[in-house]
C-alpha cells in the first residue's frame, strides 16, 4: 500500500509530463486496439463458419460458374445432408457508392442451411412464396430505412438492366458474428429473366453450400464431391466454409500484413515515449535513489519503485485506451457503413492490450533501472544540490 | 584500567578517483580512530577530501586498500548487500541539502528506514512519533518538505537519522544550506544527541563554528590527516 502510494505520487510529480506521456500511450493503445480489430473484421467471416457446411465452386475460379445439375448429383453423394446454390448478382443500388453482398439464391436450401439468419417466421413464410420477393439483413434495412413491403430496385452489372424487388424478409443475427449486411433474392427469379432474354447463362449456379452429415468427414466428402466431378467440363473445388473465406481474406494479405506491420510500429512508438519519460525521471531522481540506498534500500527496491512507476503510468493509458477502443469502434464501423459483417473490439484484443502495455512497462524502465540501480551513492549524492 | 575499544577503527585507508586515464588520489594512508560516544568534526578545505573519509566511514563508498572497522566489523569486506543491511541498522545520514523525499510528509519521510525493519505499522508510528518529537516537529508531521522551512527540513532529516537508534550519526555539512538561527538549532539538537542520548557523531564542516561543538577537530589536507586532533568543546 506504502510502494503504490509512493508510486503515484513519483508518477505524478511532473504533472504535464505525465499527462502528455499517459495521453501519448493511450492514443497508441486505441490505435493498437483498432487495428486488431480491423484486422479481426478481416477474418470475421471465417471465425462465424461453420464446421459443417462446404463450398463447391468451380476449379479454375470463382468466377466460373456451375451447371445447375451438379446440385442433384452433390445430394446424391454419401455424407451430404442439403445442398443449395448461391449466384453472386453484383447489383448497385441507386449508387456505386452504396455498395452490399446481393445474391441470387436457392431460396429454401440455402436458409435452411444458414440458421443462424433469423426470420420472423411470417416474413419468411413470405419471402419463401414470392419469387419476386428479397431479404436483407438488420443492418441494411438500418441503413437504408427500408421497411416490409418496400420496392427495392437493384441496377444490373453482370446482368443488365433493373431488377425490381419486393422486400419480404428481415433477418437478424443469431450470433455477434452474423454477417446482417446481405441481400438474398431467388435465383429462380434470374433463371427466368435471363431465360426470357435468351441468355446463355442461364441454369447456372455460381456456388453451391453443402451441409454435411458429421463434420469430422468433411475432407472426405469434399474429395468425394470433387472426384465426382473430375475430368468433366466444370471440375470443382471444394473447402470448407472456413477454407472458402480465407482464400478472400488471403487476397488481401498485403494488406493486412502491413497494418500488423503498423500495429507493431504503434507499440515501439509507446516504448521510446515512456522510455523517455521514466528516463528522464531516473536521471532527475538519481541523487534521491542514492538517499534510498543510502537508507538501506537495496537495489531490488529501487528497481521496484521504477518499474513500478512505469507500470503506474502505461497502465493508467492503457485503461483510458481500452474504455475509448469501444465507442472509437463504434464511430468507425458507422464510418465504413457495411464493408466489414462485424467491426467488435473483442476480449482477445483487450488482454493483448493490457499484456503489451505490460511489456511496455517493463521495456520502458529496464536502462533507466540499470542506471539506477548500478550507481555508486557517493556518486548519486553528488547530483544533489 | 583497560581502554574501551574504538567504536570506529580506520587502519591505512587509500582511496583515489579515476577521471579517464587519471588517478587522483584523495585519501593518503588515513588512519584514525573514533571513540564511542565521541563528536568529531572533520575539517579541511574544498577537495581536501573529507566527505569522502566520511562516505567510507558511513559505507558509502569503498577503499582502495586498507580496512575500516566499525563495531568491530571489518565493513571493507562486506558486499554491497550486506553493506545495506548494515547502514539500515547502524548508521544514521545527515545531508546538507537533507534529502528528503519531496513527495512524502515529514511522517513518511521519517518512516522510510523503518519499513525495512519488521515493524509493524502501530510500532512504526510511536517510533517515528518520538522521533520527531525529539527534534520538536510533533506538530509538522503531516506537512510535506516544501511546506517547511529549511531548519525544520533538517531537523526532520535528523529525526529519520536517528529512528533507527543507530549508533552512529554522520553529518556532511549539515548547516551548510542554513541561516545563523536555523544552524545554531540544529547544532543544539546534534549536541543533545551527543550527550544526552550518547550517539556517536562524524561531522564534516568547513564552517569553524560549527566545528567548535564537536569534541574533537581532525583536519584534512590534501588527502593527509592531520596527527593532531584539536579538543574543541570544553
Not at chain 1, 499527462?19 to 478481416?42: C, M, Q
Not at chain 1, 465426382?228 to 471444394?238: D, H, V
Request: net charge positive.
Amino acid at each position: 500500500m506504502y510502494l503504490l502510494k509512493l508510486l503515484l505520487r513519483n508518477a505524478f510529480r511532473h504533472k504535464l509530463r505525465t499527462s502528455l506521456t499517459i495521453l501519448s500511450i493511450t492514443i497508441a493503445i486505441l490505435a493498437f486496439g483498432l487495428l486488431r480489430t480491423f484486422i479481426n473484421a478481416w477474418y470475421a467471416g471465417a471465425e462465424a463458419s461453420s464446421a459443417s457446411r462446404l463450398v463447391t465452386r468451380n476449379a479454375i475460379s470463382l468466377i466460373f460458374p456451375l451447371p445447375l445439375a451438379y446440385k442433384d448429383k452433390i445430394r446424391q453423394i454419401d455424407g451430404v445432408r442439403l445442398v443449395a446454390g448461391g449466384r453472386w448478382f453484383a447489383g448497385i443500388y441507386i449508387d456505386e457508392k452504396n455498395f452490399f453482398a446481393n445474391y441470387a439464391i436457392d431460396a429454401k436450401n440455402y436458409l435452411a442451411l444458414y440458421p443462424e439468419f433469423t426470420f420472423p417466421p411470417d416474413q419468411k413464410a413470405a419471402f419463401l412464396a414470392d419469387r419476386r420477393g428479397c431479404c436483407a439483413g438488420r443492418k441494411l434495412i438500418e441503413k437504408y430505412r427500408w421497411k416490409i413491403g418496400d420496392i427495392i430496385t437493384l441496377k444490373g452489372t453482370l446482368y443488365p438492366g433493373t431488377w425490381g424487388f419486393v422486400l419480404r424478409g428481415i433477418y437478424d443475427g443469431r450470433d455477434a458474428s452474423t454477417d446482417e449486411r446481405l441481400f438474398f433474392f431467388h435465383w429462380d427469379y434470374l433463371n427466368e429473366s435471363l431465360k426470357k432474354i435468351g441468355s446463355s447463362r442461364t441454369d447456372q449456379m455460381g456456388w453451391y453450400v453443402v451441409e454435411v452429415q458429421d463434420p469430422n468427414r468433411a475432407a472426405e466428402v469434399a474429395q468425394a464431391i470433387d472426384r465426382t466431378f473430375k475430368n468433366s467440363l466444370a471440375e470443382t473445388l471444394t473447402e470448407t466454409e472456413r477454407a472458402f473465406f480465407l482464400s478472400f481474406v488471403s487476397m488481401a494479405g498485403a494488406i493486412i500484413v502491413a497494418i500488423q506491420l503498423v500495429s507493431f510500429v504503434v507499440i515501439i512508438i509507446i516504448i521510446a515515449v515512456t522510455a523517455n519519460t521514466m528516463a528522464m525521471t531516473a536521471r532527475e531522481r538519481i541523487g534521491e535513489y542514492a538517499v534510498f540506498k543510502t537508507l538501506g534500500y537495496r537495489g531490488w527496491r529501487i528497481a521496484g519503485m521504477i518499474i513500478g512507476e512505469s507500470l503506474v503510468i502505461t497502465m493508467i493509458g492503457c485503461l483510458f485506451g481500452i474504455a475509448l477502443t469501444p465507442p472509437a469502434a463504434k464511430v468507425f464501423s458507422k464510418i465504413v457503413g457495411t464493408y466489414f459483417r462485424a467491426f467488435q473490439v473483442d476480449m482477445a484484443t483487450i488482454y493483448i492490450d493490457i499484456g503489451t502495455a505490460m511489456l511496455v512497462g517493463l521495456f520502458a524502465a529496464i536502462v533507466p533501472t540499470w542506471r539506477a540501480v548500478k550507481i555508486r551513492i557517493a556518486d548519486g549524492l553528488r547530483r544533489i544540490g | 584500567m583497560k581502554r574501551k575499544a574504538p567504536l570506529v577503527k580506520i587502519e591505512h585507508v587509500h582511496k583515489s578517483y579515476h577521471r579517464g586515464a587519471h588517478t587522483i588520489p584523495v585519501l593518503e594512508d588515513i588512519s584514525l580512530a573514533i571513540a564511542e560516544g565521541e563528536f568529531l568534526a572533520l575539517m579541511g578545505p574544498s577537495g581536501s577530501g573529507k566527505s569522502t573519509l566520511l562516505n567510507l566511514i558511513a559505507a558509502l563508498d569503498q577503499v582502495d586498500s586498507g580496512t575500516i572497522r566499525v563495531g568491530g566489523i571489518d565493513i571493507t569486506s562486506l558486499s554491497e548487500s550486506e553493506l545495506a543491511a548494515w547502514r539500515a541498522v547502524n548508521v544514521g545520514f545527515i545531508f546538507q541539502f537533507y534529502n528528503l523525499i519531496p513527495v512524502l510528509t515529514a511522517f513518511e519521510n521519517v518512516e522510510l528506514p523503518l519499513l525495512l525493519t519488521g515493524l509493524s505499522r502501530g510500532e512504526r508510528r510511536e517510533h517515528v512519533e518520538i522521533a520527531l518529537q525529539v527534534v520538536n516537529l510533533a506538530s509538522r508531521m503531516d506537512h510535506y518538505p516544501a511546506q517547511l522551512s529549511g531548519g525544520e527540513q533538517q531537523r526532520v532529516a535528523i529525526a529519520r537519522a536517528i529512528v533507527t537508534d543507530p549508533v552512529m550519526l554522520v553529518a556532511d555539512e549539515p548547516t551548510g544550506d542554513l541561516d545563523k538561527v536555523s544552524a545554531t538549532e540544529v547544532l543544539d539538537l546534534m549536541e543533545r544527541l551527543n550527550s544526552d542520548s550518547r550517539k556517536t557523531i562524524v561531522m564534516v564542516t568547513h564552517d569553524p563554528r560549527s566545528a567548535e561543538r564537536a569534541k574533537v577537530i581532525r583536519h584534512l589536507e590534501k588527502g593527509f590527516l592531520n596527527n593532531v586532533p584539536s579538543q574543541a568543546a570544553p
